[in-house]
């Protein structure tokens, strides 16, 4: 049988592979009014999402998936 352990890392590692997607997938956007591919400029929450709130979505996304990727079964 497979101890919990096992069963929390599958389902951990799970769980980090979703939220990498999720997060990567905000910081390309909708392509109307979030992400790097955004056509609504021009707005203070533009200016922000361009220079702060996509960047650390990619950023924190592109690390959830390299940890999923490199976890070790146990």
């Known amino acids: 049988p ?3 352990v ?3 890392s599958a389902k951990a ?3 980090a592979a ?3 997607a999720i997060l990567v997938l905000r910081a390309i956007g909708d392509f ?4 790097f591919f955004k056509t ?6 533009a200016h922000w999402d361009s220079v702060l709130y996509s960047p650390i979505a990619l950023g924190l ?3 959830a ?3 999923a990727s490199t976890a070790r079964p146990t």
Do not use: I, K
């Not at 109307?32 to 992400?35: A, E, I, K, R, T």
């Not at 609504?40 to 929450?45: K, P």
């Open 32 to 35: 109307h009014l979030v992400g």
């Open 40 to 45: 609504v400029r021009g707005t203070e929450f």
């Open 2 to 4: 497979r101890s919990v």
């Open 18 to 20: 979703v939220l990498g």
């Open 61 to 63: 996304g592109l690390a």
């Open 13 to 15: 590692t799970f769980a």
């Open 65 to 67: 998936l390299w940890l």
């Open 6 to 8: 096992t069963n929390w």
